[in-house]
C-alpha cells in the first residue's frame, strides 16, 4: 500500500501536466510558426515573437478554462475526501 502523500503529490503533478500542458502547446505552436515565419522573412522584431503567443494563450485560456478548473475543482474535491478519510482512520 501506497503513502497517500505520495499518491496525493502524484496526482497533483499529473494535475499540472493536465492543466498546464494544453496551453504550453498552443505557444509552442504558435511559437513555431512565427519564428518559421521569421526565419524565412528575416524579420527580426520582437513584438511579432511575442504577441501571437500571448493571443493564443489568452485563447486557449478563454477556450479551456471551463474544463480546466473543472478538472481543478474534481482534484480538490478528491483531495479534500481523502484527507477526511485518513482523518478518519
Avoid at 55 to 79: C, D, V, Y
Amino acid at each position: 500500500m501506497s503513502d497517500p502523500i505520495v499518491l496525493a503529490a502524484r496526482d497533483a503533478l499529473w494535475m499540472a501536466v493536465q492543466i498546464g500542458g494544453p496551453p504550453l502547446l498552443a505557444m509552442l505552436a504558435v511559437g513555431l510558426g512565427v519564428a518559421l515565419l521569421q526565419a524565412l522573412t528575416q524579420i527580426n522584431e520582437a513584438t511579432l515573437a511575442f504577441l501571437p503567443k500571448l493571443a493564443a494563450l489568452g485563447t486557449a485560456l478563454l477556450l479551456l478554462g471551463p474544463a480546466m478548473a473543472g478538472s481543478l475543482r474534481g482534484f480538490a474535491g478528491r483531495l479534500f475526501d481523502a484527507v477526511i478519510a485518513a482523518g478518519l482512520r
